[in-house]
């Protein structure tokens, strides 16, 4: 008897499929894990941030004259958030931090990210766990 050796086109066709389905399945849930991260490394970057803002307190009893450190954090999430220092909240005893998503990053669910100096963490509304 003569047993043919190799694939048949159908068989391959059909592995194909399969890794398609699984592809089509994968790529999304990646999607979201990255976006996940990237919020949860900008929300460390406010954290820093604020924690620089509590140093300038510190040092001159007042908020006032404060500037944003160009940190390391920032630079890395450049292309998904911006972060900013609201000057309309800038007072003597107050503040608030804010990260605003670009990009990629701008279909994430929680939206602008916020923290003031009673560490009052903020959100986009109807979002959960976003800190």
Request: net charge neutral.
């Amino acid at each position: 008897m003569n047993i043919p050796k190799g694939f048949t086109l159908l068989e391959l066709m059909i592995v194909m499929a399969i890794i398609a389905i699984l592809a089509a399945i994968a790529v999304p849930a990646y999607d979201s894990y990255i976006i996940k991260t990237r919020r949860v490394a900008a929300a460390g970057c406010l954290m820093e941030l604020s924690a620089f803002m509590e140093r300038h307190y510190t040092t001159n009893l007042t908020y006032i004259g404060a500037t944003l450190p160009a940190t390391q954090c920032q630079n890395d999430l450049d292309s998904y958030y911006a972060f900013s220092l609201d000057e309309t909240k800038l007072k003597q005893r107050t503040y608030t931090l804010q990260a605003v998503p670009a990009g990629n990053q701008a279909a994430d669910a929680c939206g602008t990210l916020g923290i003031d100096q009673a560490g009052t963490k903020t959100y986009k509304s109807g979002a959960t766990s976003c800190w």
